[in-house]
């Protein structure tokens, strides 16, 4: 079992490196599942340990998890006062506006019952027109967002681009299969092109302003480089 890596680690709080395709925990949604973020993580650190927010299984990225009951209720304070600041890196379809903000409600984990409010705000840090026909279109277009979700419903990114039709590539619930078909075919991409890059959060007992980063995986890279972006983010450091 791979050891997780941690981007921060004191008495009080963990920033975790989450790997795309691992759960965080057991639960309804996720089902029965051999291998969690969490039972990983106790077997590196000793102690009790709260997660105080969730990823997807599929999304990468940022996650943090308190080490006490009183860290975690003061970084649940936090979310709650939407004080956290959540940068997520995403590869969409098209060519969406230079920036712009996605106001739609949202239901909850079943897809079904009352929608609740639900802002989305992008920001597009590069484009690309790749020459690989497909349909009737000779080329494909796709973007690098930077993305800030301004609250947390369940997998709103991702249904917020399904929603303006510039969907995540990679992403096989609310996505495009001839799209996640052509990144796997010609650029080996398995996985959901969607990462918690950046968080900004006040450490729970020193109130000091945390800014923590994720790397991009390999293919994260890969895509990068193919699609010639790399510089897109080395202005963005």
Do not use: C
């Amino acid at each position: 079992m791979t050891a997780l890596a941690l981007l921060h680690a004191d008495d009080d709080l963990l920033a975790i490196d989450k790997p795309a395709g691992l759960a965080v925990h057991r639960s309804r949604l996720v089902g029965a599942d051999e291998d969690y973020l969490m039972d990983r993580l106790r077997l590196q650190v000793e102690g009790p340990l709260h997660a105080v927010h969730r990823l997807d299984r599929a999304t990468s990225g940022v996650l943090l998890v308190a080490r006490h009951a009183a860290a975690a209720a003061d970084l649940g304070r936090q979310l709650m006062a939407r004080s956290v600041a959540k940068t997520y890196l995403a590869v969409v379809r098209g060519w969406p506006a230079e920036q712009g903000e996605i106001d739609y409600p949202l239901s909850g984990s079943s897809l079904a019952g009352e929608a609740k409010p639900a802002l989305t705000r992008w920001r597009r840090l590069a484009t690309v027109e790749v020459p690989i026909p497909q349909w009737r279109y000779p080329q494909q277009s796709y973007s690098l967002l930077e993305v800030s979700p301004e609250t947390g419903r369940y997998r709103q990114i991702r249904r917020h681009f399904h929603h303006i039709s510039h969907h995540l590539l990679g992403d096989t619930s609310h996505g495009r299969g001839d799209h996640n078909r052509l990144i796997r075919q010609h650029y080996g991409v398995h996985r959901l092109l969607l990462h918690a890059w950046r968080i900004e959060v006040r450490h729970p007992a020193t109130g000091e302003l945390l800014r923590l980063e994720a790397p991009l995986d390999a293919a994260w890279q890969r895509l990068l480089a193919a699609f010639g972006w790399e510089a897109a983010l080395a202005g963005h450091a």
